[in-house]
C-alpha cells in the first residue's frame, strides 16, 4: 500500500506544475470572476439570453462536426466567423447600449470627481415628496392611472424631448389634474427633475423582461423599460387596481405602502444630500487652498 502511494505521489505529484500566484493575480482572477457573474446576470435579464441559448446550440453542432471531421461543415464555419462577428453586434446591439449605460451610470466616478455640478443645484424637497406620495395614493384611490419618472444622475432629455414641455412646481394638486381623464396631458409619463415637472406626456421604452407576470399592462412594462436603462425611480398608478408601484433598475416592487414609497423618495434625497456634501467639501478644499498660498 506504502509503495502505491509512493509510486503515485511520484508520478503525479512530484512532477506536477504549481505556477507561483501573486496577489496581483488573485486581485486579477476576482475581477474576471466578478465581470463575468455581472454579465451572466445581465444576459439573464434581457432577450440575449434566448439569443445565446441560439448561438450555444450552434457551437454545439460545430463541434460534433468537428468530432466526425465533417469538412463541409467546418469549413463553412471558419469562413463565417467574420460575418457572424458582424451580425452578432448588430443583433446585440440594443443590449450592447444598455450595458453601456449601465456602466456609465456608476457613481464612484463622479463621487470622486465632480465635474459635472449642473445636476446638483436643484434641491429635492420633502414638500415634492409629499406632493408625489399625496397625488399617487389619491389617483390611486380614484383608479386614476399615472406614470410618474423621478430623474436621477442620468439626465432624461431624449425621453422629455418626446413630450410636452413644462416648468412647474410639483405639487399633488398639479400632478393630480394632469393625469385626470380626457385632459390633454393625461396619457403618457410626466419627468420629475429636482424640484420641477419639466415635461408631460413622455413615450418610454418597453420592457423587453420575459419574467414579468402577464397581468400587468403597457403603464407599468414603460416604468420598468425605462429603470433598466437609467438610474430614474419610476411611479405607477395602475388605472385597474390602483395599486402604487415603484420600478428602478429593471425590478417592479408592486402594490407598495405610503411608508414604503416615502422610504424610496427620501432615499433619492439623501443621494442628492451626498453629492452636495462631498461636492461642497471639494469646493471648500480648493478656497482653502487659495487662501492659504495667498
Known sequence: MEARITQFFERYIRNAYFPEMHLTDIVEILIIAFLVYQIMIWIKNTKAWMLLKGIL??????????LFQMHTILWIARN??????????VVFQPELRRALEKLGERKYISAVMPFDSSRDKGRFSEETIDGIIDASYIMGKAKTGA???????IKLTEYESTGIQLDCIVSSQVLINIFEHNTPLHDGAIIIRNDRIVSATCY???S???GLSKELGTRHRAAVGLSEVSDALVIVVSEETGYVSVAQGGVLDRNISREKLR????????KRSESHG?????????????KSDK
Do not use: C
Not at 84 to 89: E, F
Not at 147 to 153: F, G, P, R, T
Not at 278 to 290: C, P, T, V
Open 57 to 66: 446550440v450552434l457551437g454545439v453542432f460545430i463541434f460534433v462536426a468537428f
Open 80 to 89: 463565417s466567423l467574420t460575418v457572424l462577428a458582424t451580425a452578432l453586434i
Open 147 to 153: 406614470l410618474i419618472v423621478v430623474e436621477q444622475a
Open 204 to 206: 418610454l421604452p418597453l
Open 208 to 210: 423587453d423582461n420575459m
Open 263 to 270: 422610504e424610496y423618495l427620501e432615499d433619492i434625497q439623501n
Open 278 to 290: 462631498i461636492l461642497a467639501k471639494w469646493k471648500g478644499r480648493l478656497i482653502h487652498e487659495k
